[in-house]
């Protein structure tokens, strides 16, 4: 797995790199040489704006993407509701629609009247009771 490079905190280096080496043009890393350097520093720096310029631009196609697809739910939504109303809630169409069929459901489980979930009313009598 290739290593996350952290791109803006590299050329940030590289910057302050860029004027160190720049005083001593002898220096050498390796083969790399100062207009290597350079030339390297300057295609990175580009690509990274470059690549900002598309992030925005693909941001703002993401968000036209959203917008389009919670338009589209809406409708689906819409078009489920009637499709129930004019098939049934159990037909076929409705179920094909993306609907649940009333036979697909489960029915709700009964809250046990004990603890939290008993009603304010039975609660007021047991505490006149004390």
């Known amino acids: ?8 905190s590299t ?4 910057g302050k790199g860029h004027s160190v080496w720049k ?3 002898n220096f050498v890393v390796g083969e790399t040489k100062f207009d290597d350097f350079v030339a390297l520093f300057n295609a990175a720096e580009g690509l990274n704006k470059d690549c900002a310029e598309k992030d925005a631009q693909l941001a703002g196609l993401k968000n036209t993407r ?3 697809a919670r338009q589209l739910q809406g409708i689906v939504t819409r078009f489920r509701s009637i499709a129930r109303g004019h098939y049934g809630p159990g037909s076929a169409q409705y179920k094909q629609a993306g609907g649940t069929p009333l036979s697909a459901r489960r029915s709700s489980a009964r809250k046990s009247q004990t603890g939290f979930g008993k009603s304010a009313a039975s609660r007021i009598v047991a505490h006149d009771k004390l």
Do not use: R
Not at 1 to 8: E, G, H, P, W
Not at 11 to 14: G, N, R
């Open 1 to 8: 797995m290739a290593k996350s490079v952290k791109v803006n």
């Open 11 to 14: 050329l940030k280096d590289a």
């Open 23 to 25: 005083e001593d043009l």
């Open 66 to 68: 959203d917008e389009k």
